[in-house]
């Protein structure tokens, strides 16, 4: 199983969590980074806030920054506790509330995602179910690269 | 009819700029934002420059800003030319080469989409090949956005 | 003397302090800063995590800024505490927690150094274990600056 | 061979490049960067200017944000020429003068470094001996990261 947060696996992450958005009833931003915390794949549900889509994107970049779900980094960045004070570090992209999840194979961080649009705990659901489809779903994701909409993942050789 | 750019609507738009993407081999980044410039959807492609992330999102956001092509506002952006130095505006959003174009209902610009991957050319091939599927896919996009409003919410089988 | 932090005396300090971070199990950055709160040397161990590349720097720029270790900052900048917002200043740059330790000679403040992978805790036993090499390495130090004004370029063999 | 810039091939990279600015008499600004193209290792030669600490971190990013020299791109983005005005766009850390060269196995990149402190030409030289060490150093690396400087490397599960 790839260890890399490809395009494909990150659809299936986005698709999952949307799911779980639509299902909570939650317009939600979805963001999806890679090993380098660099933005993969972003969808703006209708009627999501204009203010989630940096948030999303944010508590992904978090996420895999620290290796640690967002809320968890909630709880060490209050006053005074260990990290308070972590929000004004990496150019104001840390984010302290709840929504950020790493995704991981093989208990080895590999990326993450950020959902924002609800309460930080839907936000945490939300996300973890994106997050629960790729670590459970080497198959899935396998699958999903043959299909014609990931075709230039089956067929490197052709990119580039 | 509504003219908006729902998630439905960008979904198609970067469905078919990534087939165009894929046809010409050129591993690329595609971002989709709405009448207010605001990012609605985005995809990196499996290979394409980590530099793209941000010029395809600020491609789209500039083909919005401004009403045409990235292309377009190239050629007023030279030395000598009219707009020359626009690019210190906008907080370093404004991208003067090809590779963003507008996307319109009826003439009017309601979004517009940036890619960023190949050679400028290439990335304008791209970006109008998901403008088109807009302009052209008004079916979709009309019956979607006269539902209630997060209709592709709730069939999310509908589009792509 | 000179006063200075060579990159030879910043290369002591991150070998000290990544000997101690080695020790006590913490994948650390650790960034070293002159008396300009310049950098001169920064490594980031393997694992440290990667919001980790931005703090190290900025608890030294920290410690140099104000002349105080980050932990004794944190203190003051807590709700109701003197210099509660101080975060917001200095383009978000300023550090809040122990981390960030001045390097000093005779009692004067030269530069600093901040270190990031652990508990605060943590941190700031790697960054004073590289403090103390720097303090307690004058001989080494003094006759590098003593000699030419890049002595040090054209003996890299003599440090570490 | 290891596909991944860990700070043992860091350190390779920067120690080749070091040296070759030495024997040319460049003080420079020294930056190696992962795939992720964020900071591994960075190191400030005496004497070398400050406004090159931030300009040898760009150069690194740059190279491996599109996976070229920034020489190459330098060529790209000259006014009337395919990407003019791309300095606007990664939050201004595109560099369009040489000194960043992209670091690769078998051909694929997977990191990148950037010198700065003299000419363009000088600077790609330096850049050009660490990305070489790095090439061709599968067995520097591997020696290298067995002595005791890098015994972290050599002892992963010692860390975290």
Do not use: Y
Not at 87 to 111: H, L, Q, Y
Not at 131 to 159: D, I
């Amino acid at each position: 199983m790839s260890k890399q947060v490809t395009l494909a696996a990150a659809e299936a992450v986005v698709a999952a969590a949307r799911k779980h958005a639509e299902k909570i009833g939650v317009p939600s931003c979805i963001a999806v980074v890679d090993s380098g915390a660099n933005l993969v794949a972003f969808v703006r549900m209708d009627r999501a806030w204009l203010g989630s889509i940096d948030i999303a994107q944010d508590k992904a970049f978090t996420s895999r920054a620290f290796d640690m779900t967002t809320k968890e980094l909630a709880r060490m960045s209050q006053p005074g506790e260990p990290l308070f004070g972590i929000t004004a570090s990496n150019e104001g992209r840390v984010v302290i509330f709840a929504g950020g999840v790493p995704v991981k194979v093989d208990g080895v961080v590999i990326g993450a995602v950020g959902a924002s649009g609800g309460r930080p705990d839907q936000d945490h659901e939300v996300a973890e179910a994106g997050a629960a489809a790729f670590s459970s779903g080497g198959q899935t994701v396998r699958r999903s690269s043959a299909s014609p909409a990931n075709a230039e993942v089956a067929r490197p050789g052709r990119v580039d």
